[in-house]
Antibody, heavy 125, light 109 residues
């Protein structure tokens, strides 16, 4: 079974750092793009960026560039989303999702076909 | 950040047909970019419902269909069922960005 399993919920204080994970299984992890999506409480979906685990090619939405860092370790089929200094406004649920593609880029004809269960991050003093 | 506009809500009785519109621009849908639709049931992760404008992934019932024309796309649910009550999002690509729609809540009366 193809699946993405994300790390558990986090409660952090403003200014703290955090790294959440997304582990793929049941497919060749290095040959699909991993996208990250934010959903703030009661709000819609926002695209953050994506990474190709095969070579760690990374692309960010301008809204999130410089605010977060995407990374991946192909050897353990895991992608990461990290913050160096959290803010209360980072409180949200974060989803990873798979997108077919290649080293030249994601195949935009295909949607995000497999999603993780989401990681809820609460930032509060 | 959303540049794809959807109605906030639509509703229908069981068995009825409902359509959700997704309006983009000449930079995304109007440029020929594919449109995808996702269903998000309460408290769960989104699920791909339609990809490439009109295609259903394996396991998606044929009561869900997609279409596209000009700078807009639509999702139609034919024969609405109680379990279809959820939030629905369109998604496309343009100007090197993936973009989501504002989301539509479907209520089954």
């Amino acid at each position: 079974e193809v699946q993405l399993v994300q790390s558990g919920a986090e409660v952090k204080k403003p200014g703290e750092s955090l790294k959440i994970s997304c582990k793929g299984s049941g497919y060749s992890f290095g040959t699909y793009w991993i996208e990250w999506v934010r959903q703030m409480p009661g709000k819609g979906l926002e695209w953050m960026g994506l990474i190709y685990p095969g070579d760690s090619d990374t692309r960010y939405s301008p809204s999130f560039q410089g605010q977060v860092t995407l990374s991946a370790d192909k050897s353990i089929s895991t992608a990461y989303l990290q913050w160096s200094s959290l803010k209360a406004a980072d409180t949200a649920t974060y989803y990873c999702a798979r997108r077919p593609g290649s080293g030249t880029g994601p195949h935009h004809f295909f949607g995000m076909d497999v999603w993780g269960q989401g990681t809820t991050v609460i930032v509060s003093s | 950040q959303s540049v794809l506009t959807q109605p906030p809500s639509v509703s229908g009785a069981p068995g009825q047909r409902v359509t959700i519109a997704c309006t983009g621009t000449s930079s995304n849908i109007g440029a020929g970019a594919a449109v995808h639709w996702y269903q998000q049931l309460p408290g769960t992760a989104p699920k791909l419902l339609i990809y490439g404008d009109t295609n259903r992934p394996s396991g998606i019932p044929d009561r869900f269909s997609g279409s596209k024309s000009g700078t807009s796309a639509s999702l139609t649910i034919t024969g609405l069922q109680a379990e279809d009550e959820a939030d629905y999002y369109c998604q496309s690509y343009g100007s090197k960005l993936e973009v989501f729609g504002t989301g539509t809540k479907v209520t089954v009366l």
